[in-house]
């Protein structure tokens, strides 16, 4: 364990295209510069949604905030809370705390631009033009959704109930494409169930779950489903409801299985995760309308635009206090100590092993 301030510290390495294989190295950071400050890693979750990181880590450019020049390695990003140790930057003073996207590492750098809103952009020149709500640490004191008795749902849940915040909105915006229901695949995720709760608040939608047998009955048991669907049933849907198909697995056999049963019916692709990795991703040609990837920042930018970054922040804060009793009901927190600790859990989590109602959290020190 490193002591606030150490140049040295232990980090996480990923092996990008085996993502089960990790590795502890020591990173210097070297002497601050002006402008930049080191910040400790207080605490990080770990889900499917960071396996998804690594996952598109090239397409999305993931591995680019966090590079770990090493050839065939990276950093998978994380959502956590970290405090200022040093600082010589105008904008944060030590024992300031921010929410934000974090690397794997028990410290690390960050260059912190002009406090606005609550917050600051992240101004080092290999993150520029990245997106912006990945660049964007928001400081504990004023945060509408932060809560000390809550941090580790708010890592477990924060960036993935964004995601949800996001993708109900763009649906809900988009008058579903015409559909009568939204079916999402790897249904017992918890951006997927997150979604579908508040698709569900909505009341005129209908929200079929598609999950692997052994997740069926916690799916069912969420609650947010009219329907469960197991991955070896979808040629039984049926498939002459308008619906639109929100992919959370990434998995080119059901996806496949999804387009072919619903074809003409299928209303809309939306591709946002991967969380069955490992799973063939292109199954050749496609019945009906062809995948579109979904990009949360794209969303959020236009939303911040037109709300305001308060407004946003607090619609966004609004919708989670809702969730909120969903996220206690529904996860079984599961604390981690060290960084080896994480090595085991993101494999896990890459290779499916993980029970989909425990919630990881790491402390790194």
């Not at 200022?84 to 631009?113: H, I, Q």
Request: proline residues 5%; charged residues 20%; hydrophobic residues 45%.
């Amino acid at each position: 364990m490193s002591e606030p301030g150490d140049a040295t510290a232990t980090d996480l390495l990923v092996r990008k295209g085996a993502l089960a294989e990790t590795k502890l190295v020591k990173l210097d950071s070297g002497a601050l510069a002006d402008g930049q400050a080191l910040l400790k890693v207080d605490l990080f979750s770990l889900t499917a949604n960071n396996v998804t990181y690594g996952a598109a880590g090239d397409f999305l450019k993931y591995w680019s905030f966090y590079p770990s020049g090493e050839e065939g390695w990276g950093r998978v990003p994380v959502w956590g809370f970290a405090t200022v140790v040093e600082s010589r930057s105008p904008s944060v003073a030590v024992g300031e705390r921010v929410y934000g996207y974090l690397p794997m590492s028990e410290t690390f750098v960050l260059a912190p631009g002009e406090r606005k809103h609550g917050a600051f952009a992240e101004t080092v020149a290999h993150r520029a033009g990245l997106a912006s709500i990945y660049n964007t640490y928001v400081l504990n004191e004023g945060d509408p959704i932060y809560s000390p008795d809550t941090e580790a749902l708010q890592v477990l849940f924060r960036p993935l109930f964004t995601t949800s915040f996001l993708i109900d909105d763009f649906l809900a915006d988009a008058g579903y494409f015409g559909a009568k229901q939204v079916a999402f695949s790897s249904a017992s995720a918890k951006t997927a169930y997150a979604t579908a709760q508040l698709l569900k608040a909505r009341g005129d939608i209908r929200v079929v779950g598609l999950t692997s047998a052994s997740n069926i009955d916690f799916t069912r048991g969420l609650g947010f489903y009219d329907e469960v669907v197991a991955y070896d049933d979808i040629g039984g849907m049926d498939g002459s409801v308008k619906t639109v198909f929100v992919d959370i697995a990434g998995n080119a056999a059901v996806r496949a299985a999804v387009h072919a049963r619903l074809a003409d019916n299928l209303a809309y692709s939306c591709a946002v995760g991967a969380t069955h990795w490992d799973a063939p991703r292109d199954a050749g040609a496609l019945a009906g309308p062809q995948p579109k990837m979904f990009f949360a920042p794209d969303v959020a930018k236009k939303r911040v635009a037109e709300w305001g970054p308060a407004g946003f922040q607090k619609q966004l804060a609004e919708a989670w206090r809702n969730f909120l009793p969903t996220a206690e009901r529904t996860t079984r927190v599961v604390e981690h100590h060290g960084l080896a600790e994480a090595g085991r859990v993101f494999a896990d989590l890459a290779t499916g092993r993980a029970d989909p109602k425990d919630g990881h959290v790491v402390r790194p020190g």
